[in-house]
């Protein structure tokens, strides 16, 4: 693909994916919040645009896509549907399925993929465990072979599409050690017997199901075992990367869909005669935005085309991890100072800065806290 045709592909992906969530997201996510979740229907719809698929290959229902490609999509998702419940649970596929895809055999890869980016089925990642918070070494729970079965019990939390998934993809410990080295990852299906799930509430992400799992003797076909014992830990950590460049592209969304009810509301607001953009303070704030926006959509630009061009080795991996730092800083600003703008109806429900400043916090701790963020780039430039 030529530079030429990739801006026009990318014009064209934003285009249509800006009057999707203009038209089937933004004007229902006050509703869907107070409802606790979106239709499913949602997923067919989306599907049925290619949003699912876009990144997947073309065999299992999908469309080969560049990071450069799949950017413009996640940071318009985000900004015109100004959700993260939506977000959270309509793509959750994206960390649920690429194990699959990785690891799976083709019988499984054929059974499971397609569905779900055809929107007709869900898929989950469950890798966190209570009180383990970002430590997946030290996970605890267990699968045991027995026979043609794995038998799993342990529990998982804050799963996201917890309750809806027909298809979780579990981190488990196979041997009788502890660390990296004895964990595996297992395909479960969601009506498997013996796995109870509690919805959990949460600050925000309100229209996103949550979940508390526990698995209380779960057989599980050894077919379902992706990649060889012991495999998992590898694939997690490189599963958590894609997750992290997501994440960043989702907060530029969200800090961009800030800045622009801002914009219109200081544009329009008449304080002391003049409208609020009059005021130097507030267009200081809005620059200030600005700043923090074009900086990070600059920096992402540059991580996706190193990916692209197939360099994704230890020092890429620190580039995203404090990408994705930086990328959040941003949104909490945005978030903060967009309310600030919009001043008392900052803090009420259905307006885009109130919402979005609840899931600020989500998205720092997500996939990786800024703590484990800075530590894990420390690594890999070698500085310890």
Not at 288 to 313: F, H, K, N, P, Y
Request: net charge neutral; with cysteine.
């Amino acid at each position: 693909m030529t530079a030429d045709e990739l801006r026009e592909a990318r014009d064209a992906l934003a285009a249509t994916v800006e009057r999707f969530a203009r038209a089937e997201i933004a004007p229902h996510v006050t509703a869907w919040d107070a409802a606790g979740e979106f239709p499913r229907a949602l997923y067919r719809r989306a599907a049925d645009l290619g949003l699912l698929g876009l990144g997947y290959p073309q065999a299992y229902g999908g469309t080969p896509a560049p990071h450069a490609l799949r950017l413009p999509m996640w940071v318009a998702l985000c900004r015109y549907g100004a959700s993260g419940g939506v977000l959270a649970s309509l793509l959750s596929h994206n960390i649920g399925l690429p194990p699959v895809l990785a690891l799976g055999s083709e019988d499984v890869k054929r059974e499971v993929i397609p569905p779900v980016l055809a929107g007709e089925r869900i898929a989950a990642l469950a890798i966190t465990e209570p009180g383990g918070g970002s430590d997946v070494a030290a996970l605890r729970t267990t699968s045991r072979r027995d026979g043609d079965d794995y038998v799993v019990d342990g529990e998982k939390i804050f799963i996201t599409s917890g309750m809806r998934a027909d298809w979780i993809t579990v981190a488990v410990r196979t041997g009788d050690g502890r660390g990296a080295k004895d964990i595996s990852l297992l395909l479960v299906p969601g009506d498997s017997q013996g796995l109870s799930r509690t919805r959990l509430d949460k600050m925000g992400w309100l229209c996103s199901d949550t979940a508390h799992l526990r698995f209380d003797g779960v057989r599980v076909p050894a077919r379902y075992l992706l990649g060889d014992e012991g495999a998992g830990f590898k694939a997690i950590m490189g599963n958590f990367n894609a997750e992290r460049f997501g994440i960043a592209c989702a907060a530029l969304g969200f800090s961009m869909a800030c800045y622009d009810e801002a914009l219109v509301c200081a544009q329009q607001r008449q304080t002391f005669g003049s409208p609020l953009v009059g005021h130097q303070v507030v267009r200081h704030k809005l620059v200030d935005m600005q700043q923090r926006i074009r900086s990070t959509a600059a920096w992402l630009e540059t991580v996706a085309a190193r990916a692209d061009a197939g360099d994704t080795g230890a020092d890429w991996v620190g580039e995203v991890c404090v990408l994705k730092n930086h990328a959040t800083q941003t949104l909490q600003f945005c978030a903060d100072a967009g309310v600030q703008i919009l001043g008392g109806m900052g803090y009420m429900r259905g307006t885009v800065c109130e919402r979005i400043y609840r899931e600020v916090k989500v998205l720092t701790i997500g996939g990786g806290t800024e703590e484990i963020m800075k530590d894990l780039a420390a690594r890999q430039w070698h500085m310890i």
